[in-house]
DNA sequence: CAGTCATGTAAAGCACGCTTTACATGTCGA
DNA sequence: TCGACATGTAAAGCGTGCTTTACATGACTG
């Protein structure tokens, strides 16, 4: 599914391990979830919204519109 | 992470298979996610918002507001 | 009463989400 | 040039998300 992480992410100016310690997950994943590796879990997926503050819906698209 | 899938479907009046069918998962799928067994994965929780019509913010809470 | 439908439990199996550890590369400032 | 920082790859290990199959129970209906 793609996303926008990284993107967000430089908007932010925050480096991948200063994401991953707002995320309260390793930088191994934050590099996996930017490079579209997999996808988030649900409970991430809402921690990442609330780290941008934006909704879900406007972080990630599914790929079936 | 709670969620109010139990009650949406009783809404529609739909039976766990007909749920499940419309979600593309088994009805084993739709029975562990409305008692809470397990989070639904990121595609799945976005297919349950089109299936209900509502943002996936609307149909889960996650345990830290 | 027999049959069907809805709901539920159980267990095995596979792929994915996330962790930990380690190492490699490029860039930048002292 | 040395060191720190940012990004990236690799691999092993564990729990979870979802499947398949099978069986059990209660309610309703002919």
Redesign the interface.
């Known amino acids: 599914?793609r996303n926008h992480l990284k993107q967000l992410r430089g908007e932010q100016g925050w480096s991948q391990a200063e994401l991953a310690k707002r995320l309260d997950v390793t930088r191994q994943t934050v590099i996996a979830l930017e490079k579209g590796k997999y996808?988030?879990?649900?409970?991430l997926?809402?921690?990442i919204?609330r780290v941008f503050g934006l909704?879900?819906?406007k972080l990630?698209d599914?790929e079936n519109p």
Not at 39 to 43: A, H, K, N, T, V
């Open positions: 599914m996808d988030p879990s649900l409970p997926a809402f921690r919204s909704p879900i819906e990630f599914p």
